[in-house]
């Protein structure tokens, strides 16, 4: 069966600090991945959505960035970290397009920045 | 700029009251939608989905939900509650011909179920 992981689960860091949180995904080929944020009392905001290695779609322009090194792995950065890049981070997986597909979501990580 | 509105962030029920929880999209298109639940302690997850045909849809745990184009909603219902459905509920709806990527998340409501 598929399986995601994300790590860490949460996360102090300094403003100014860089950040990485990685997420991959055990037991299916070529998925599309997604980085969302999630805000108290809002909704799931999509980050980032990648259809294969190396190949990364911005859907909000900010600080942070995204790359997919590996078909199963996806991993969320910044360079330096601002009070507001602090929530919930969630990635997820789809077979295909997430409009029409069931995602499968990490455990998500929190980020507090300080 | 497309939208999705759950009128109720935070509910509280009975066992075995009725539960409809309200869902709202703003979009004169073609939609998919969904309902993702997350327990306490798991991860979100599908509940339903609704693509095309019966605009009755049932989902996993007694779960249904209505399709009504004309009044551009989608509301979860069950008949009767149970203190394991206590969870964070989101709605979330793609309009089809827009970013197929693209899901348009409600910002939850939060069921808590009395024992």
């Known amino acids: 069966s598929q399986t995601i992981h994300q790590w860490p689960a949460t996360l102090v860091q300094p403003v100014g600090s860089p950040l990485s949180l990685e997420c991959t995904v055990e037991g299916t080929s070529n998925p599309n991945l997604y980085w969302y944020r999630q805000a108290a009392g809002r909704g799931l905001q999509l980050l980032f959505y990648s259809v294969g290695i190396g190949q990364i779609s911005s859907e909000v322009p900010q600080n942070l960035s995204a790359s997919r090194p590996q078909d199963r792995q996806f991993i969320l950065s910044s360079k330096k970290l601002l009070l507001s890049d602090s929530g919930f981070y969630l990635c997820a997986w789809s077979a295909g397009l997430a409009g029409a597909n069931e995602q499968f979501f990490g455990p998500g990580t929190r980020l507090t920045v300080l | ?115």
């Open chain 2, 1 to 115: 700029a497309q939208s999705v509105s759950q009128h109720n962030h935070h509910v509280i029920l009975s066992e075995a009251a009725s539960l409809e929880l309200g869902c709202n999209y703003s979009y004169g298109g073609t939609v998919n939608l969904f309902w993702y639940v997350q327990y306490p302690g798991q991860h979100l997850q599908l509940l339903l989905k609704y693509f095309s045909g019966d605009p009755l849809v049932k989902g996993i745990k007694g779960f249904e939900a209505e399709f009504i184009k004309s009044k551009f909603s989608f509301n979860l219902r069950k008949p009767s509650v149970q203190w394991s459905d206590t969870a964070e509920y989101f709605c979330a709806v793609n309009a089809q011909g827009d970013s197929n990527y693209q899901l348009i998340w409600g910002a939850g409501t939060k069921l808590i179920i009395k024992p």
